[in-house]
């Protein structure tokens, strides 16, 4: 079956740095196009981070410039490197996965379950 995990989360000062990862089975990882996500408290899902099979990538205005989304494709795994974190960065961050190039939009497939940044 699917599965979408994610790691990396924690808390960091502001200003602070951190790199989340996805790792991934049961999917034909390459083939997939991946999102990061993220929800913040009392608010909806919001998509933070987007790259296609190609390789290209979208980014929300807020992180641009501060984030960049890789892949890679051996490792079946989706990484998203934050720099200059702020506390409005704060937030669960999901990855999400789907055979269609989705971008920012939330309909993705398959999700993670989440993992938790906190900078302050």
């Known amino acids: 079956h699917v599965q979408l995990v994610e790691s990396g989360g924690g808390s960091v000062e502001i200003g602070g740095s951190l790199t989340l990862s996805c790792a991934t089975s049961?999917?034909?990882?390459?083939?997939?196009?991946m999102g990061w996500f993220r929800q913040k408290p009392g608010l909806g899902r919001e998509g933070v981070a987007y790259i296609d099979t190609d390789g290209g990538t979208d980014y929300t205005y807020s992180v641009a410039g501060r984030f960049t989304i890789s892949r890679d494709n051996a490792k079946n795994t989706l990484y998203l490197q934050m720099n200059n974190l702020r506390p409005e960065d704060t937030a669960i961050y999901y990855c999400?996965?789907?055979?269609?190039?989705?971008?920012?939009?939330?309909?993705?497939?398959?999700w993670g379950q989440g993992t938790q940044v906190t900078v302050s």
């Open positions: 049961g999917i034909t990882f390459r083939s997939y196009s």
């Open positions: 999400a996965a789907d055979h269609f190039r989705l971008n920012l939009s939330s309909g993705y497939r398959y």
